[in-house]
């Protein structure tokens, strides 16, 4: 069929296409097209998490470096910020709630920097991770590449701090009498269980924060209340001893992952018979700390891959 046209050019019209009237879903499978920013399976994901390693450990340094950049200390800020809070907590607790008594000074600022450094590793992971998305929304939206990489690379981050945190820890550890142990070998398993930890809780604090940016802001209230119940600045199951608190709340507190890491790196730490008697390890305390590892790391990261087409949109 033909039809001539204004200018009295003939145009022949163009034959049918076997594509003709094929669905769009057979019609992308045929040539090999796939949806821009679709989920990969979570074995393809998790080998391009890897894929993009050296990305994270960059990422996390440049974060680590910026951090305190406007700061005239620059990066003594990464040990002044934890050890002036754990001043504070002595003067509070150690000071005017004598809750060192029994201890001895020796054994108690181990005691209180060793539970500040450790839950405040998993505090800033939290506190980044959840900002890790929606504070990012630019790097999202302009490049492709697993959205996991941002949590990790958070909680990277923190640990790095961390490991600077713990060389004044060990000054602490030498000025007051501890000397090296076998068992301090054992902080290598504890951090890398609570990093492990650490970056499931990031990857779900991201997946809530990017969906509710309000999360940020309620949060340190939430993270208040897990420092003081999980006994970083006091002997958490003697303090619910004397209150006379039931078995199970004992049970249930001395369990949860914050006290449990805690718990694990005060006893490879502090080795003086006084501190013996009062780091009390709960029972099976490694398999709650692999627990807790495996639960969060992998919960939190299929949780994490789950939304991952979603992160930047709306």
């Given at each position: 069929m033909s039809e001539t046209t204004h200018d009295s050019?003939?145009?022949?019209?163009?034959?049918p296409s076997a594509d003709d009237g094929m669905p769009a879903a057979d019609l992308a499978r045929k040539y090999?097209?796939?949806?821009?920013?679709?989920?990969?399976?979570l074995p393809e994901y998790a080998r391009q998490l890897?894929?993009?390693?050296h990305f994270i450990v960059a990422f996390s340094r440049a974060k680590l470096t910026a951090q305190y950049s406007q700061a005239k200390l620059g990066q003594v800020w990464q040990v002044a910020t934890p050890l002036l809070n754990a001043s504070v907590y002595y003067l509070i607790f150690g000071v005017l709630m004598q809750q060192s008594k029994g201890m001895g000074i020796g054994t108690y600022i181990p005691f209180l920097v060793t539970g500040v450094f450790v839950f405040t590793f998993t505090q800033s992971s939290a506190l980044a991770g959840v900002r890790s998305i929606s504070g990012n929304l630019g790097l999202v939206r302009a490049l492709h590449f697993p959205r996991a990489a941002l949590p990790v690379s958070f909680a990277l981050q923190q640990l790095q701090q961390l490991l600077?945190?713990?060389l004044v820890l060990f000054i602490f550890l030498?000025?007051?009498?501890?000397t090296p142990q076998p068992s301090w070998l054992l902080i290598v398993p504890v951090l890398t269980l609570q990093f492990v930890f650490n970056t499931g809780l990031a990857m779900i604090l991201a997946r809530m924060g990017s969906k509710t940016p309000d999360l940020a802001q309620l949060l340190p209230f939430i993270l208040r209340t897990w420092m003081y119940s999980s006994g970083v600045m006091y002997n958490l199951v003697e303090a619910l001893k004397k209150a006379h608190s039931p078995h199970w709340l004992t049970t249930m507190l001395s369990a949860n992952p914050a006290a449990v890491y805690i718990d694990l790196m005060r006893s490879a730490l502090i080795t003086s018979h006084t501190a013996t008697k009062h780091i009390i390890l709960p029972p099976h305390v490694w398999a709650l700390a692999v627990g807790w590892a495996l639960l969060l790391g992998i919960g939190g990261f299929v949780?994490?891959?789950?939304?991952?087409e979603?992160?930047?949109?709306?």
């Open positions: 050019a003939v145009a022949m019209s163009a034959p090999g097209l796939a949806v821009s920013g679709a989920r990969p399976s890897w894929a993009r390693r600077y945190s713990m030498l000025g007051f009498g501890h949780y994490f891959w789950k939304a991952e979603q992160y930047g949109r709306g």
